[in-house]
């Protein structure tokens, strides 16, 4: 018979974590993952029990961290808070072990390069980067530092979108053709939560990069061209460079030489008395079949006087989020977009805990073979995000039609190509 460990023999860890942003994605999945984990801890048997304790945050102002602070159970309201415009910089040089970075997608590189720079392990908000070239820039710094560089996608750990990969890698499904995926979300977002940041920004970039890797990680295949267009004038001028929605196309080459393409429509302007809190679906045909999914029919409708729809949704997904009651009494808030963040600090604690220090570098190499959240496995992804938005921004400049390929042209790796223009322009000049 084997032996196990009794808890008082399990060997007790701790990893100090730096936060930068404090906004609605800190509040939704990374606050009860820090309030849990330095609660009750993580258990592996590959590093015995770990806590995640928050030490430290960085915002611009202070004022949510303070607020935060007021209500925080004990265990999480001791962090340092880091005010002003280079307190990312200034966190990840304190005694923290990681840092996530869920700032505004434009914000993301400055802070992720400080923190892997102070030889810190960095989890960022999709999408990790906005170009190539600052993707290089933190694979590079990541390996000279012997650190993790991660990116959460937490659509990947969607039960519906983990069953369709299942399908796929076992050959149930069997070559997908074409894709459609469609995120809507409300006007609040783009005129409240992020009104200071949406300014000469796009949905499709905030969004849309959740679909791009779904089909990147899913089906695989090499990424050919990348299409887009858009509508402008609800969120900002109609002849500006802020964008209500965006159409974007993807054309992918797999081994045989076919090719499928996916179209992603993003908008954040939908009215906010719908019923859904997002309007999510997805539909891939294979050779052999269909897959369709769609976020606000696939369980819970809910009528409530004076609350529902825009307080609370008539349509809720409680797979990604969900406060409840558990059966035995506990309170508790649990979903995919928390499990990810637990995924993270797994990996980090087997880094650092989980055998000799001699094979360190062994356990490292392991978690960076992790193609759902590694940056080293970003490359397409990042590069469809930044032909977007150069597309975008040559049709807001009054050239529309743009097509970016990806390592067609003699050129570089991605090369932008205007109509009724002979000379390209190149976006990133390496190998994509």
């Not at 906010?272 to 369709?292: L, M, S």
């Not at 805990?353 to 080293?376: I, K, Q, T, V």
Request: net charge neutral; with cysteine; aromatic share 8%.
């Amino acid at each position: 018979m084997t032996k196990h460990a009794s808890p008082a023999q399990l060997p007790v860890h701790e990893l100090r974590a730096g936060m930068a942003g404090l906004g609605m994605i800190f509040d939704e999945t990374y606050r009860p993952f820090f309030e849990q984990a330095a609660a009750q801890g993580i258990f592996d048997p590959a590093f015995g029990v770990c806590r995640a304790r928050l030490a430290a945050v960085a915002s611009r102002t202070g004022t949510r961290a303070e607020s935060y602070r007021r209500t925080a159970p004990p265990a999480t309201a001791t962090f340092e808070s880091h005010v002003g415009a280079h307190s990312g910089g200034l966190m990840a040089e304190s005694s923290v072990d990681f840092v996530c970075v869920a700032t505004p997608d434009d914000r993301h590189f400055d802070i992720a390069r400080a923190a892997l720079a102070a030889g810190k392990h960095v989890l960022v908000e999709k999408p990790s980067v906005l170009s190539l070239p600052e993707l290089d820039a933190l694979e590079r710094t990541a390996r000279e530092k012997r650190v993790l560089a991660k990116v959460v996608y937490h659509k990947l750990l969607d039960p519906d979108h983990k069953k369709l990969r299942t399908l796929v890698v076992d050959n149930q499904l069997r070559h997908v053709n074409h894709g459609y995926c469609s995120l809507l979300e409300p006007k609040q977002i783009s005129g409240d939560q992020f009104a200071e940041w949406i300014h000469g920004r796009n949905p499709g970039t905030y969004v849309a990069v959740h679909y791009i890797k779904l089909i990147d990680f899913t089906f695989g295949g090499r990424l050919k061209s990348i299409a887009a267009t858009g509508q402008r004038g609800l969120v900002g001028p109609a002849d500006g460079a802020t964008w209500d929605s965006n159409q974007l196309r993807l054309v992918y080459e797999y081994a045989d030489g076919r090719e499928a393409a996916f179209d992603i429509h993003t908008s954040w302007v939908t009215p906010d008395n719908f019923p859904g809190y997002v309007e999510q679906e997805v539909q891939f045909r294979f050779d052999n079949g269909v897959w369709n999914c769609h976020s606000r029919k696939r369980g819970v409708e809910c009528t409530i006087e004076g609350l529902t729809p825009t307080k609370l949704k008539t349509t809720m997904n409680n797979h990604y989020n969900g406060r409840f009651v558990e059966p035995w009494g506990e309170r508790s808030q649990r979903g995919y977009g928390i499990e990810v963040l637990e995924h993270f600090v797994r990996e980090v604690a087997t880094v650092e805990f989980g055998g000799p220090p001699s094979e360190r570098d062994a356990r490292l190499a392991a978690a960076r073979s992790l193609a759902y959240n590694d940056l080293s496995a970003e490359r397409q992804t990042v590069a469809a995000v930044q032909a977007l938005e150069a597309i975008l921004a040559k049709r807001a400049a009054g050239t529309p039609d743009c097509v970016v390929h990806v390592n067609r042209h003699p050129a570089g790796g991605l090369v932008l190509l205007a109509p009724g223009k002979a000379e390209p322009e190149v976006l990133y000049g390496g190998e994509v």
